[in-house]
């Protein structure tokens, strides 16, 4: 059964019609500007939500924050400036979060400088590093570092939780924009 859903999986994602995706050194300026700009409003705005929910709740309402509103979020940026945006990781909290298909070797590699990709019509993908800041410590850094309620929380949300063990100034996932 598994085998055959990925095997449909697999089948959609190289079906006839579907943009291919090549690296490019000289991506289109215009394009390029857009994608920062998105991802500027989205760390911004996730930053803020973040910060007021912890000095708010603490940690509890901060997950809540970053399970109900980082989507949420994505999604007004991605609807605000005609882009799509996301986070992405090498070690997912969230399984919702995989990268694109055309971010994925860079995922593989944990390319930490910004990368940046074409579509067979046109459009520009780009990715950019997300490091761990001291505070992200409370919720990303070393199991035995996150209290005991944040982890219990942390594990209710998200079984699969693999977002953990990171130290500040560590490459933590990345901004994924598409720019049509
Ligand atoms: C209060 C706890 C908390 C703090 C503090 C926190 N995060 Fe998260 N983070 C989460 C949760 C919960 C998710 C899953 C969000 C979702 O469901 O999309 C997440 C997801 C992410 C993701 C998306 C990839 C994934 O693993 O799903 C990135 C990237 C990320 N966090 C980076 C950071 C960075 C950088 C900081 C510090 C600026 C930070 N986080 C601070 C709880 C936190």
Not at 153 to 166: K, R
Request: hydrophobic fraction near 40%; include cysteine; charge should be neutral.
């Amino acid at each position: 059964m598994i085998r055959r859903v990925l095997c449909a999986l697999a089948l959609c994602a190289c079906s006839p019609g579907e943009a291919t995706w090549r690296t490019t050194a000289e991506p289109d300026a215009a394009r390029v500007a857009k994608a920062e700009v998105a991802r500027d409003a989205l760390g911004g705005a996730l930053l803020a939500e973040l910060q007021q929910a912890l000095a708010s709740g603490g940690p509890a309402q901060g997950i809540q924050v970053c399970r109900e509103r980082a989507p949420a979020i994505a999604a007004e940026v991605s609807a605000e400036h005609g882009v799509s945006i996301g986070r992405t990781s090498f070690q997912l909290r969230n399984t919702r979060n995989r990268p694109p298909a055309w971010a994925m070797d860079s995922v593989r590699e944990k390319a930490d400088s910004p990368r940046f990709f074409e579509s067979s019509t046109g459009a520009l993908g780009a990715l950019y590093p997300i490091r761990l800041a001291p505070h992200c410590v409370v919720c990303h850094g070393p199991p035995e570092r996150i209290a005991a309620p944040v982890r219990e929380a942390l594990s209710a949300s998200y079984p699969d939780d693999a977002a953990t063990g990171f130290e500040p100034g560590d490459l933590r996932g990345w901004f994924w924009v598409e720019v049509p």
